[in-house]
Nanobody, 124 residues
């Protein structure tokens, strides 16, 4: 059974940094992209960032571009989301996800795997 477990969330002042981790068990992440989504109170879930299955291509939503970076360490079977210059509007529950198929950046498909989420709260 594939499981994703996020950690690293917390309470941080505006302008601060956090690094989220997502440990994957039950399957290697070699040849699999890893993505991050978030859901803020009263809002729909939105894409945040992703790292390509090769590990050397990272993508981010416009709202976090230049501040957030997705990465992964295949040896540790772990994905990361480095978040810098955090803003109050970044407050949300953050989820990591991995596609059920390898060699694709297509995220949020019905059979993909998801973690339980970790809360990030940014205060001004």
């Amino acid at each position: 059974q594939v499981q994703l477990v996020e950690s690293g969330g917390g309470l941080v002042q505006s302008g601060g940094s956090l690094r989220l981790s997502c440990v994957v068990s039950g399957r290697t992440i070699v040849n699999y992209s890893m993505g991050w989504f978030r859901r803020a109170p009263g809002k729909e879930r939105e894409f945040v960032a992703a790292v390509k299955w090769t590990g050397n291509g990272a993508y981010a939503a416009d709202s976090v571009h230049g501040r957030f970076t997705a990465s992964k360490d295949d040896n540790k079977n772990t994905a990361y989301l480095q978040m810098n210059n955090l803003k109050p509007e970044d407050t949300a529950v953050y989820y990591c996800t991995s596609p059920s198929r390898g060699y694709t950046l297509q995220l949020d498909s019905p059979n993909d795997y998801w973690g339980q989420g970790t809360q990030v709260t940014v205060y001004s």
